[in-house]
Nanobody, 126 residues
Framework: QLQLVESGGGLVQPGGSLRLSCAAS????????IGWFRQAPGKEREGVSC????????NYADSVKGRFTISRDNAKNTVYLQMNSLKPEDTTVYYC???????????????????WGKGTLVTVSS
């Protein structure tokens, strides 16, 4: 069974950090780009960041640029999203998704992702 599983969410104070993980099972991520998305209640889902299958290309939404860093460890079949300087407006569920080689479209409007995880909740609050 092909699965993506997110982890690492939780409660953090403003200005704090979290590292999200996206682990694949049932398939190798070697040929897949991974995008991170978020969707707040009442809002459309938005792409936050994407890393190409090779890791040579990364992109970020303006709202997270300079604060979030996406990386991948293909040996562990896992992609990470390091989130620093978190703000209350970063609070929402974060999802990872996989697409062959590249994320189609431009951040935050990626489309055509092949596999999705079920999400992990990030809450930024004092």
């Amino acid at each position: 069974q092909l699965q993506l599983v997110e982890s690492g969410g939780g409660l953090v104070q403003p200005g704090g950090s979290l590292r999200l993980s996206c682990a694949a099972s049932g398939f190798t991520l070697d040929y897949y780009a991974i995008g991170w998305f978020r969707q707040a209640p009442g809002k459309e889902r938005e792409g936050v960041s994407c890393i190409s299958s090779s890791g040579g290309s990364t992109n970020y939404a303006d709202s997270v640029k300079g604060r979030f860093t996406i990386s991948r460890d293909n040996a562990k079949n896992t992609v990470y999203l390091q989130m620093n300087s978190l703000k209350p407006e970063d609070t929402t569920v974060y999802y990872c998704a996989a697409a062959l080689y590249y994320c189609s479209g431009y951040v935050p409007d990626y489309y055509g992702m092949d596999y999705w995880g079920k999400g992990t909740l990030v809450t930024v609050s004092s």
